[in-house]
């Protein structure tokens, strides 16, 4: 009966619900024997071990022969910062535990393994408490960057991507064919590791298509929205790729008001799959601010809705930015004029009741001059939000970059707060939340006549900003930063820069949340003879990233992709 127990173990493959946040679980005691007769005489990983390669597996030796059958999933478990799935099993002959993970564990990640009481040697004596170790995992590196699309009768331009938890990723771009201009998609999928075939994603050829945006959700699932001449108006449309049927649809209208042109659409989705779209649209009397729900559940299109009550919305390149987070509650943010003053104003969607607040001002300043424009928003999973935008500065000329904050418990936005510092011109980049609240902003500006980037981060716990950090070396101007976060609270960042002789490069950077600080840049693309553009990141839960560009080849500009993993 005694060999039997020391055979092979064998435990199904589980999921284990991993922790928030960039640390490992507590544990109830370090890395010590706590049994009386069952002992653990090793691990792998050594506790306290960094740089784990994420395809690690996770071992526990025992100094004696161990009950096999008390040696299961719910007896021995690895936590992160993701959802990790894996078996469980036991070898006799060594007396050792293994969990296999299904998958490769997160990039950069705190990780604590777990043997519970109920673990015992043969005897029936059992670990006295639970024992726990803990290790950290490596990070990635880049890739060599790769076309994604081929078509040469046309230059690339506006590039977007949207990528999701599974890493499954969608960009979209715009893309001349000698007449006109079209929108074009191309899929990477994480499972076969490789991008598909570039596809058109609408045929209508009465005018011009720019501007797209593209938001994925968690099963894959895409929405497109763009703007596009009919030859009298410009119109909004959309298109939605199912990843059931791996295609995409018919493109369709979004808005049908003939009263004006309607422009820069901008696409978000929840965690059901649930979109919203928003967008200007000019009438006689000015520009409005308007809304549309896609509703996954029956997958149609609601009725467009006015977020901004009145004509005074500004009209152009600072339309309205718009957030969502996974409850499906959403914020926007835009400009708005009395025809005299601009300032920001803000509206919210309550997921609950489906309707949008009236407009409330975010700001208020009472400078005739003063223009807030190019302003963006970030929503956190408790309704929180982070508004930023950049406004011109009355005295000196260029522009500032300002915030506000949104106190869901209190219902109430709080006072404007400059972010940019110096008499430079400032451009802002980027803003994002972490799964715990902290939020991370990236701005451009001119210091001694060179472009420099910069961030900020916004402690939840404090509930203070930090000292502004530089993210790049400053060897030539840099600009055009984006950024993505994932699971663990990391950030990759990627931007454009100028090298020595003038071309720009694409760099990116990475922020340790472990360590609370960005490292050392590094170059995505190593071509520095033609010029590279307007970058764009996504990152998977587990931290790797998927980046594209467009870049110059003497002759066009075509679409490149690399992975960061």
Request: charged share 15%; net charge negative; hydrophobic share 40%.
């Amino acid at each position: 009966m005694l060999d039997l127990f020391k055979t092979l173990f064998l435990v199904s493959t589980f999921s284990i619900i991993s922790s928030c946040g960039g640390g490992g679980g507590g544990s109830d005691s370090s890395s010590s024997n706590t049994g009386v007769d069952a002992t653990i005489s090793s691990t792998t990983p050594a506790d306290g071990e960094t740089n784990v390669s994420p395809e690690t597996i996770i071992l526990a030796q025992f100094s004696e022969d161990m009950l096999g059958s008390s040696i299961d999933t719910s007896s021995f478990g690895v936590s992160g910062s993701s959802t990790v799935s894996g078996a469980v099993s036991f070898d006799g002959g060594s007396n050792e535990a293994t969990f296999m993970p299904d998958n490769h564990l997160s990039l950069l990640t705190n990780y604590e393994a777990r043997l519970e009481t109920t673990i015992t040697n043969l005897s029936g004596d059992a670990l006295a408490a639970p024992y726990s170790w803990h290790f950290t995992t490596a990070d990635g590196s880049w890739g060599t960057p790769e076309l994604i699309e081929t078509n040469n009768q046309g230059a690339v331009e506006a590039p977007q991507i949207s990528v999701n938890a599974a890493g499954d990723g969608i960009a979209v771009w715009q893309q001349s064919d000698g007449m006109r201009v079209n929108i074009w998609s191309n899929r990477y999928d994480a499972t076969t590791d490789s991008w598909g075939s570039a596809e058109l994603i609408e045929t209508g050829n009465t005018g011009d298509a720019d501007a797209p945006q593209i938001a994925i959700d968690t099963a894959g699932n895409g929405i497109a929205v763009w703007h596009q001449l009919d030859n009298m108006r410009i119109n909004i449309w959309s298109n939605r790729y199912d990843a059931t049927t791996d295609s995409w649809g018919t493109a369709e209208l979004l808005e049908t008001d003939d009263a004006g042109n309607a422009q820069e659409a901008k696409i978000v989705v929840d965690s059901e799959g649930n979109g919203i779209a928003v967008w200007d649209q000019r009438d006689s009397n000015g520009s409005n601010i308007w809304s549309r729900l896609y509703d996954a559940g029956t997958n149609t299109w609601g009725t467009p809705k006015l977020v901004e009550i009145g004509n005074n919305a500004i009209f152009g390149g600072d339309s309205a930015a718009v957030a969502v987070n996974a409850a499906g509650n959403a914020i926007a943010v835009w400009r708005h004029t009395d025809g005299i003053l601009s300032n920001s104003a803000s509206s919210r969607y309550d997921a609950a009741t489906g309707n949008w607040s009236a407009p409330e001002f975010i700001e208020m300043n009472a400078v005739v001059n003063y223009q807030p424009k190019n302003h963006q928003i970030a929503l956190n999973a408790t309704g929180n939000a982070i508004a930023a935008w950049i406004a011109s500065k009355p005295s000196t000329g260029g522009f500032d970059v300002w915030y506000n904050q949104y106190d869901a418990v209190r219902g109430e936005w709080g006072t404007p707060e400059l972010v940019s510092f110096g008499s430079g011109d400032a451009r802002l980049d980027d803003i994002a939340f972490d799964s715990a609240g902290n939020g991370m902003m990236i701005w451009q500006q001119v210091d001694n006549n060179q472009i420099n980037l910069w961030s900020k981060r916004f402690d939840s716990q404090t509930g203070t900003w930090g000292e502004p950090q530089s993210i790049e070396d400053g060897a030539g101007n840099a600009f055009a930063a984006k950024m993505s976060i994932d699971a663990a609270d990391n950030i990759l960042a990627i931007f454009s820069q100028d090298n020595s002789i003038g071309v720009k490069d694409i760099w990116s950077n990475r922020y340790n949340a472990i360590s609370d600080s960005w490292g050392t840049a590094q170059l995505v693309e190593m071509n520095n003879v033609d010029e590279a553009f307007v970058p764009k990141i996504g990152v998977n839960g587990a931290g790797e990233g998927i980046a594209i560009w467009y870049q110059e080849d003497g002759i066009r500009e075509n679409l490149w992709a690399n992975r960061f993993e």
